[in-house]
């Protein structure tokens, strides 16, 4: 094992440029993951895989990757990896994680985790036993905003946060593409595509308390209309009869330490804007938010009375000139550092189970009608 950053620097440095290989050449690798790795001078993506071979071919002409492949275990036997990203559908997370990581390459995988819970479990599971790094794409995490409102909640500066709303909502935006609305490959619907955002930056912000029951409840108002499907969405349009997920989801989480949160994420939904991604807190000492990024202060009886004749506006403190950041070359970016010291710098999957456990109960508590208590395999 290396002892320090600069030994890990400097094997690399002696050794060559990280190999890196893509599973899954859709558009997400296309319009993050591999334009990020090329802007990086000590990696080399070298080898792709997808089961659209044709799709593979023009991938690897693209960004000039010298092999492809149409079974991805092909590559992971032929090619000496270092690292993988995985960008397959929700439901072909796990076994390319997992075989990845058998073949002693450290893994991206693209959020939410896996379909379901147990797939996320046996890939955590095979985290553990190969000593291999697996890092959930959230690059949500580097956003400013993001990381501010993190930085506030550790400072106790809101007190006791008892209440969290986490949003991520949609006015119109169901994916028509079979990966999103057929749950054989997508394993959910709104939940899972972006409610994982809203349920990871809560989360992540909140320093990722034990979540111990949940209420869950789920709608398809919008995919299976015929109205709708016949609308479209971004050029394209489905048959109501192949919407298989939800366009909404709703749930209320309680935590083993007595913070509860409502959770919040749709397609589709008649709200005041083009879409809503946000997380509010309320602590005994204060609130903020995230978009507008405001913390609010000033409960005192006195600074009531003198505002009560006039708007009610107790924002102390809103916060800006936040700098711009590339959130998706930071994830790669990371990842690749992570490589080099041979350990998570973001997103673990320590954590990314505990959002996919959330998720899973959101799903199950849906289907039974009731409140479900939260999963916990890493407790077991």
């Known amino acids: ?93 796990k076994d390319p994680s997992i075989a990845a990581m058998k073949a002693g390459a450290h893994v991206l995988v693209e959020k939410p985790m896996a379909a379901s819970l147990k797939d996320a479990a046996e890939m955590w599971e095979t985290s553990k036993k190969t000593n291999r790094i697996l890092i959930v794409g959230f690059q949500t995490r580097f956003s400013p905003s993001i990381v501010l409102l993190r930085n506030v909640v550790a400072s106790g500066e809101l007190g006791s946060v008892y209440y969290a709303r986490a949003l991520h909502l949609r006015r119109w935006g169901i994916p028509p593409s079979p990966t999103f609305i057929d749950v054989k490959l997508s394993g959910g619907g709104a939940l899972l595509d972006i409610g994982c955002y809203a349920v990871d930056t809560a989360m992540y912000v909140l320093g990722f308390p ?54 919040e994420t749709s397609w589709a939904s008649y709200i005041n804007s083009s879409g809503v991604f946000n997380l509010v807190l309320l602590g005994d000492e204060g609130g903020a938010q995230m978009d507008p990024p405001e913390i609010y202060k000033g409960l005192e009886l006195e600074e009531l009375k003198r505002q009560a004749y006039g708007p009610l506006n107790l924002a102390a403190k809103p916060i800006d000139h936040l700098p711009n950041v590339d959130i998706y070359y930071m994830r790669i970016a990371n990842f690749i550092e992570s490589v080099k010291l041979g350990k998570p710098l973001f997103s673990p999957a320590d954590e990314g189970i505990k959002v996919q456990a959330i998720l899973d109960a959101i799903y199950k508590s849906a289907a039974l009608n009731r409140e479900v208590e939260v999963e916990k395999p890493w407790k077991s």
């Not at 320090?4 to 620097?9: E, H, L, M």
């Not at 558009?27 to 080898?47: C, E, M, R």
């Not at 409840?217 to 919407?243: I, L």
């Open 1 to 93: 094992m290396f002892k320090s950053k600069a030994c890990f620097k400097y094997y690399w440095s002696v050794m060559g440029k990280i190999r890196v290989g893509v599973i899954g050449c859709g558009g997400i690798a296309s319009g993050t993951h591999v334009p990020n790795y090329l802007k990086l001078q000590d990696v080399s993506v070298v080898a792709c895989a997808d089961i659209d071979e044709s799709r593979a071919r023009d991938f690897a002409k693209r960004f000039n990757i010298p092999a492809y492949y149409k079974d991805y275990r092909d590559m992971l036997d032929k090619e000496n990896l270092d690292a993988v990203s995985v960008c397959t559908p929700n439901v072909a997370h």
């Open 210 to 263: 034990e979540p111990k029951t949940v209420t869950g409840v789920t709608y398809a108002r919008f995919g299976k209309n015929k109205k709708y499907a016949e609308m479209g969405c971004w050029g394209s349009k489905w048959k109501p009869e192949e919407f298989q997920v939800e366009d909404m989801a709703v749930g209320f989480v309680r935590f083993e330490n007595g913070l509860s949160m409502m959770v």
